[in-house]
């Protein structure tokens, strides 16, 4: 009998949602503890609520854990998210309740800076509208045209975070300038990267290129709406490998066709379609758009990132259950993290 197989099962660990294929590596790191991990497929919060009652802990990849789930838990210590962003938790209401929220960091950062420059090289070299004439039967250099020399152009980083970092520095070897906003960082440490600090508008008038690697939060949502399409340059490219829902896709869509942007690469539209339980391409016109690439929030995905955010997410739900610090905190709670209702 192994270890696992042994041990009391001292706790209870819910997966809310995962679309890995298995939850081997999760089972290997918390079984050894005693835990018990219950893997579930759920899509809305009414899903969760019954197996939710009694966790010790909750993991979840896109389902929403919000503040119903939340007063629902008699015992649960932390809410481990795999990934970076936690706006699919209630954090305020955990927090209430000491619970403990984590997060995975800097296990993407190459991808998705890879994936923001692949994106922005696809749509300013026309490479999909190529692709599209050349299988076509059209052999034609025009087909693609406009492109335009990259060499001098000015790429706007909207967060500088260190993904907008990694996608500054990759974008040095092409020889543009690079203009950031990010209001949380002060113009010297975006100056140690070669980047200048500029003020919203700005970034938006001067940008040939905008990045946007934005967090979701309430002030970050529709961050580009039908004003900043006004401010912006005709023939502005725009790249979002950030939270879908900080673009408005309507107002992005009226610029498209307006002619004031020239492409967009979306790694995630505005419905998240991950997060519901059903959706249709046909629903969002950006998707039949041909000059808007879109991917399937697919930007931090590589073999070993993807086994590095399980990892990583499992073994701080392992530390939080054996009374540890966790790694990548998300909030402030009590030593302990016991929930206020044993309390």
Not at 11 to 31: M, P, Q, S
Not at 50 to 64: E, G, H, L, S, V
Not at 166 to 186: M, Q, T, W
Not at 252 to 272: S, W
Request: hydrophobic share 45%; charged share 25%.
């Amino acid at each position: 009998m192994s270890d696992a197989q042994g041990a009391a099962r001292r706790f209870k660990v819910v997966i809310t949602d995962f679309d890995y294929g298995d939850t081997d590596i999760e089972r290997a790191i918390l079984e050894p503890i005693g835990a018990e991990v219950v893997a579930l497929q759920a899509r809305r919060e009414d899903d969760l609520l019954a197996d939710a009652a009694d966790c010790d802990a909750i993991m979840n990849q896109y389902a929403r854990v919000g503040a119903r789930t939340i007063a629902a838990m008699t015992r649960c210590r932390v809410i481990a998210r795999y990934g970076i962003g936690v706006d699919i938790v209630d954090v305020d209401a955990a927090t209430a309740r000491n619970i403990q929220v984590t997060n995975v960091r800097d296990y993407c950062t190459e991808e998705v800076a890879d994936h923001a420059v692949a994106l922005w090289m696809a749509l300013a070299r026309k490479l999909f509208q190529y692709d599209r004439a050349t299988h076509e039967g059209i052999w034609r250099w025009q087909s693609g045209a406009p492109v335009h020399r990259l060499r001098g152009q000015t790429m706007g980083i909207v967060s500088f975070g260190k993904i907008g970092q990694a996608i500054g520095a990759r974008a040095r070897a092409f020889g543009v300038e690079r203009i950031v906003y990010d209001p949380y960082l002060p113009d010297a440490a975006i100056a140690e990267h070669g980047a200048v600090k500029v003020g919203k508008d700005e970034l938006l008038a001067r940008a040939d290129v905008i990045m946007m690697q934005v967090p979701m939060t309430a002030e970050t949502r529709h961050f580009l709406g039908s004003r900043e399409f006004g401010l912006m340059k005709p023939g502005v490219i725009i790249v979002n490998t950030g939270r879908g829902p900080t673009i408005d896709n309507a107002a992005l869509h009226a610029a498209l066709l307006e002619g004031r942007v020239a492409g967009a690469g979306l790694d995630d539209p505005e419905e998240e379609p991950a997060k519901r339980a059903s959706w249709n391409p046909a629903d969002n016109p950006l998707f039949s758009h041909p000059a808007v690439i879109v991917t399937p929030h697919a930007a931090y995905y590589s073999e070993q990132s993807i086994r590095l955010a399980r990892e990583i997410a499992a073994s701080e739900v392992r530390r939080v259950l054996t009374d540890e610090r966790p790694l990548n905190p998300v909030n402030t709670v009590a030593s302990g993290g016991v929930s206020l209702a044993l309390a």
